[in-house]
């Protein structure tokens, strides 16, 4: 092996003449040469992103972690303001945009949402707005509400009995009346016959002191009710209809609700009757449809002879102040001129009527039965 030096001024060069695997061993040291480069660099870099995190730390808030008991979820709520004058057959509009308000914030947060109804300035109440408040709130199981600060509608809501299917804005149910005036009934897929003659019997008892039947009635609302299931809402596990009664003076007043399509929307009309009604409102389509023009869509026949059944019983005397909210129409059938068009759009169909000692003995003196 020949080895050759040269002396610089600076560095000793080593020249390696004549020496085997020359090009191996100098192959060996330059990878070594570029691993301790590579390793190099990456000590640096970590070096500063450890001096990067070190100072991001220190300008973050520190939040201390809390040991104790979790608080529990408390769901977002709504609150709807009641209109002061919230009587459905004095100021149907109003109330119908009500309801609607509280539909809407259903729709929007079925299942997380609370809603909350203010009633500390309401003034007037019916039992009509009752039940279509009940029949409206029958999509929530979450809603709370306070007592009005008037002395009479207080007194009023006390006595009917409605605030026990409320609770408080705090969550507690309010305290039990035990001098209802008003009952508040709903069915599902079918209608109770046992309920519904017991409850006409108690309403004559009270008119009369003795029970009796009273079969227009009945037969009014074994037509509405099936009529509500079939047109309503198709989930029969909630609430098709709802039914008040209520006890008043020398009289007994009858609600019901349902919130489906409405009558103006499930009636079927040929060609001709289309090109018709194109020059008729909605008070005398509806009208007309009282009086049988229409057929129903569910072609059901006995379906199209329901609603001249119950004006029968009106035009009879059997009842009275019989009034119908359908769409965007309310129909007075026992007196056409108090008929009137909303602004709003009530979903579903609402029947009124009322029935007196001199109502009952007219149906009782009758000279032929009638067709109700």
Same mark, same amino acid.
């Given at each position: 092996?020949?080895?050759?030096?040269i002396?610089?001024r600076?560095?000793l060069?080593?020249?390696y003449l004549?020496i085997?695997n020359l090009?191996?061993?100098?192959?060996?040291?330059?990878i070594r040469?570029r691993?301790?480069s590579?390793m190099r660099h990456?000590?640096k870099?970590?070096?500063?992103?450890?001096?990067?995190r070190r100072?991001?730390?220190?300008?973050?808030l520190?939040i201390p972690?809390?040991h104790?008991?979790?608080n529990?979820?408390?769901?977002?709520?709504?609150?709807i303001?009641?209109?002061?004058d919230f009587r459905?057959?004095?100021?149907?509009?109003?109330?119908v945009?009500?309801?609607n308000?509280?539909l809407?914030?259903?729709?929007?947060q079925?299942?997380?949402i609370r809603?909350?109804?203010?009633?500390?300035?309401v003034?007037?109440?019916?039992?009509?707005?009752?039940?279509?408040?009940?029949?409206t709130?029958?999509?929530?199981?979450?809603?709370?509400?306070?007592?009005?600060?008037d002395?009479?509608?207080?007194?009023?809501?006390?006595k009917s009995g409605f605030?026990t299917l409320?609770h408080?804005v705090n969550g507690?149910?309010?305290?039990?009346?035990? /001098?209802?005036?008003?009952?508040?009934e +709903? &069915?599902t897929?079918?209608?109770?016959n046992?309920m519904v003659? #017991?409850e @006409?019997k108690?309403?004559i008892?009270?008119?009369?002191?003795e029970?009796?039947?009273?079969?227009?009635?009945?037969?009014?609302?074994?037509?509405?009710?099936p009529n509500?299931i079939e047109?309503a809402n198709?989930?029969?596990?909630?609430v098709?209809w709802?039914?008040?009664?209520?006890?008043?003076?020398?009289k007994?007043?009858f609600?019901l609700?349902d919130?489906?399509?409405?009558?103006?929307?499930?009636?079927k009309?040929?060609?001709?009757?289309?090109?018709?009604?194109q020059?008729?409102?909605?008070?005398?389509?509806?009208?007309?449809?009282?009086?049988k023009?229409?057929?129903s869509? /569910?072609?059901?026949?006995?379906?199209? +002879? &329901?609603?001249?059944?119950i004006?029968?019983?009106?035009?009879? #005397?059997? @009842?009275q102040?019989?009034?119908?909210?359908t769409?965007?129409?309310?129909?007075?059938?026992?007196?056409?001129s108090?008929?009137?068009?909303l602004?709003?759009?009530?979903?579903?169909?609402?029947?009124y009527?009322e029935?007196t000692?001199e109502?009952?003995n007219?149906?009782?003196t009758r000279?032929?039965?009638?067709?109700?």
């Amino acid at each position: 092996m020949h080895i050759l030096i040269i002396s610089c001024r600076f560095r000793l060069i080593l020249i390696y003449l004549h020496i085997p695997n020359l090009k191996m061993s100098l192959s060996k040291k330059n990878i070594r040469i570029r691993q301790e480069s590579i390793m190099r660099h990456r000590r640096k870099s970590n070096a500063k992103s450890k001096s990067r995190r070190r100072y991001s730390r220190r300008n973050k808030l520190t939040i201390p972690k809390y040991h104790g008991r979790r608080n529990p979820y408390v769901a977002p709520y709504v609150t709807i303001d009641l209109k002061k004058d919230f009587r459905i057959i004095d100021n149907p509009s109003e109330v119908v945009d009500q309801l609607n308000k509280i539909l809407s914030c259903r729709k929007r947060q079925e299942r997380s949402i609370r809603l909350d109804l203010n009633l500390r300035g309401v003034c007037h109440f019916d039992l009509g707005a009752l039940t279509c408040l009940l029949s409206t709130l029958r999509f929530t199981t979450n809603y709370r509400g306070n007592h009005p600060d008037d002395k009479n509608c207080r007194e009023f809501f006390e006595k009917s009995g409605f605030l026990t299917l409320m609770h408080d804005v705090n969550g507690h149910q309010f305290a039990t009346s035990n /001098t209802n005036n008003l009952m508040f009934e +709903k &069915g599902t897929d079918k209608t109770s016959n046992a309920m519904v003659g #017991g409850e @006409i019997k108690r309403a004559i008892k009270y008119l009369t002191g003795e029970e009796g039947k009273f079969q227009p009635v009945y037969s009014i609302i074994q037509e509405i009710c099936p009529n509500s299931i079939e047109h309503a809402n198709s989930d029969t596990r909630k609430v098709n209809w709802m039914m008040g009664i209520q006890y008043d003076d020398g009289k007994v007043c009858f609600a019901l609700a349902d919130k489906g399509y409405g009558i103006l929307r499930t009636i079927k009309k040929t060609m001709t009757q289309k090109v018709r009604d194109q020059f008729r409102n909605d008070i005398e389509i509806l009208f007309a449809a009282f009086d049988k023009e229409y057929q129903s869509q /569910t072609d059901d026949d006995n379906r199209n +002879k &329901g609603l001249p059944r119950i004006k029968s019983v009106a035009d009879a #005397g059997f @009842i009275q102040n019989l009034t119908v909210i359908t769409n965007n129409t309310l129909l007075n059938l026992s007196d056409v001129s108090k008929s009137r068009m909303l602004g709003v759009n009530f979903g579903g169909t609402f029947y009124y009527w009322e029935i007196t000692k001199e109502t009952y003995n007219r149906w009782k003196t009758r000279k032929q039965s009638i067709s109700a």
